[in-house]
């Protein structure tokens, strides 16, 4: 029951600056709500302030009952939560795969700097920029901590990796790409940590960066009919 199985926003709060959150690099997967409960990995108040952003953030299969928005619940306008605006921005995360709608009402979304470029695998959030992907499975991994085989400084937080058939790869909004993953991975392509697909400075969409193709050598033995190569954490 409640609202907000991975966080609540509440009402105007002076203490907590009015309820709001800045919400980076941030991934909410496996929350839920139950009975009359909303917002299965984010909710709001009705009279929550929109004072609160999120960037590079993953929001995935949460649940709510019936319609109440596995991923996220906003109150109802004037009061949007997630303005989407250069203060508040609204952008480059994945919202996707939750049970009962990734939104329950729309975000707002007309900003095309401070909101767009955006994944969610319905169309309840109202993603509707250009710069969007609507009914768009993300092609993510089960939640868990990705880390390299190799010795690392990365720190161990779960996350849900990006496949290598994401369409969420290299896509992100340059004006608010951050320098490192949730796990403080180097987004910087042709690095040790990321992938190898152009020579740009673009995140990924989300709070994982797609670790690329490690380099190996093989040789296949007499009469093999061949091999399987899988993507790095």
């Not at 839920?32 to 929550?48: D, K, P, Q, Y």
Request: charged content about 10%.
């Amino acid at each position: 029951t409640g609202a907000g199985g991975g966080l609540y926003l509440d009402a105007n709060v002076p203490s907590i600056s009015g309820g709001s959150a800045r919400i980076e690099n941030v991934t909410f997967s496996g929350n839920s709500v139950t009975g009359s409960g909303t917002g299965g990995a984010i909710a709001a108040a009705a009279l929550n302030p929109a004072q609160s952003s999120m960037i590079h953030s993953t929001v995935a299969s949460n649940t709510a009952p019936m319609s109440n928005g596995g991923g996220i619940r906003v109150a109802s306008a004037p009061n949007l939560t997630f303005p989407g605006s250069f203060s508040q921005p609204f952008t480059s995360n994945i919202v996707a795969l939750n049970t009962g709608l990734d939104c329950f009402r729309s975000l707002e979304h007309s900003d095309s700097s401070n909101a767009g470029y955006n994944l969610e695998s319905g169309t309840s959030c109202g993603f509707t920029q250009s710069t969007d992907q609507q009914n768009t499975n993300p092609q993510l991994g089960a939640i868990a901590v990705n880390m390299p085989a190799a010795p690392t400084t990365l720190t161990a937080v779960p996350t849900r990796r990006l496949l290598a058939s994401s369409t969420a790869i290299d896509v992100s909004n340059p004006a608010w790409a951050n320098a490192r993953d949730a796990r403080g991975a180097d987004v910087q392509d042709g690095g040790a940590d990321n992938d190898y697909s152009n020579n740009t400075l673009r995140r990924d969409l989300g709070a994982h960066e797609f670790g690329g193709f490690g380099t190996l050598q093989f040789k296949l033995a007499t009469g093999a009919s061949g091999f399987a190569v899988d993507e790095d954490a």
